[in-house]
């Protein structure tokens, strides 16, 4: 009976044995495996493929000109040609800029979209909102865009691109910003980024470097001399200790690396005021003092220096009437001291602007 059942056992393993094997040499099984490791295959690399981008290589626009001795935008140019990239001249408008994006498009994305504009805090973007139109604040650009004078950006970045402003002090102007942001919107956002830094071309020591910047005002023509100007601005900025502010006034260019110097600039305010449609009566001003007595009287004009941020005693006001319009000017000069940013360690280099760096730009 033992031996049957051993029997039994020994022709049962047999048939299955062959079963397999006959399953395994079956072509139709074959080809079903086969067709389901390749339908995964090919869903892998369409997946692949759909994530996939292939991005233009980064392009620079030189949106102004030198004017008298100024070199700023030729420095400039000549930086990011020597990088190989390329440069876009004559577009002084963001119309412009959008409007050549959108020409010159193809299938392939922007990486990187740079825009010079020589600019500061005080005096905002040289760069225009359309053509011939007015210079670029968080007011006339939302006016523009509202109006839908300015043309819209067509799908050529992703949420990856990045949209340099190489205009000093622009982060800081929040409202701005978040305008120019909406001026790119696209179906994907890409990143606008600037630096809180000055931003210097064609500089002694390199070619392109970043300078953290003071400023001290007074009254144009009426300065108050370095001495008092150089206690002023120490009293200021108390917390910087490596500058020695009265030779940094005294300094125009970078003499050795990360020496501090200054700048000049000026900023102008003019106000119209018509009193031939009106029952208020023109003032009548016989000195300076009364002038800023009168305009320290209308919110709506302290509204405009405290924008600005300096103090109304920092500008020298004058004031004309013609028939029945009074015209107020008033000019403050700017004096901004540039120190330089440098490694804090091995040799005496200027820190490589890089806007990847988060401590150098920010992005927003």
């Known amino acids: 009976m033992e031996t049957l059942s051993k029997k039994l056992i020994m022709v049962a393993s047999v048939i299955c044995a062959l079963t397999l094997c006959l399953r395994c040499d079956n072509p139709k099984a074959k080809k079903k495996n086969q067709t389901k490791v ?3 295959n090919i869903s892998a ?5 759909e994530k996939a981008v292939t991005y233009r290589k980064p392009i620079v626009f030189i949106a102004g000109f030198d004017k008298g001795n100024e070199t700023f935008y030729t420095a400039a140019r000549n930086y990011f040609k020597e990088k190989g990239l390329q440069v876009i ?8 800029i959008i409007t050549w994006l959108n020409g010159n498009a193809n299938q392939n994305l922007y990486s990187e979209i740079h825009i010079v504009n020589k600019s500061n805090p005080y005096k905002g973007m040289n760069l225009e909102t359309v053509i011939r139109g007015e210079k670029i604040t968080a007011e006339t650009l939302r006016k523009t865009i509202t109006q839908g004078t300015l ?22 102007n929040t409202d701005l910003i978040q305008t120019l942001k909406d001026a790119f919107h696209t179906k994907e956002m890409p990143k606008v980024i600037a630096s809180p830094y000055h931003t210097i071309f064609g500089g002694k020591f390199s070619n392109h470097y ?7 005002f007074y009254p144009t023509a009426n300065s108050p001399g370095k001495m008092d100007l150089s206690k ?15 030779d940094a006034l005294n300094n125009e260019e970078e003499r050795y690396v ?6 000049q600039f000026s900023i102008p305010v003019v106000w119209k005021f018509d009193f031939f449609n009106t029952d208020n009566e023109m003032p009548k001003f016989t000195m300076q003092e009364e002038v800023m007595d009168w305009i320290e009287t209308h919110s709506e004009l302290m509204a405009e220096l405290n924008k600005l941020n300096i103090s109304i005693e920092k500008f020298r006001w004058n004031w004309s009437v013609k028939n029945n319009t009074l015209v107020i000017r008033g000019r403050t000069t700017g004096l901004c001291v540039l120190k330089p940013l ?4 091995g040799d005496l280099k200027h820190i490589e602007p890089d806007t990847s760096n988060k401590r150098l730009y920010a992005m927003k």
């Open 89 to 96: 001249d004559g577009q002084y408008s963001l119309e412009e």
């Open 151 to 172: 043309p819209k950006l067509k799908n050529v970045v992703n949420n990856n691109s990045k949209i340099v402003f190489h205009a000093s002090g622009l982060i800081e």
């Open 232 to 246: 002023e601005i120490a009293k200021k900025y108390p917390e910087e200790k490596e500058i020695d502010w009265y």
């Open 45 to 49: 690399e369409t997946k692949t493929k």
């Open 210 to 216: 970043l300078a953290k910047p003071f400023y001290v």
């Open 342 to 345: 440098i490694k804090p360690y």
């Open 38 to 40: 390749v339908a995964k």
């Open 258 to 263: 990360g020496e501090a110097y200054t700048t």
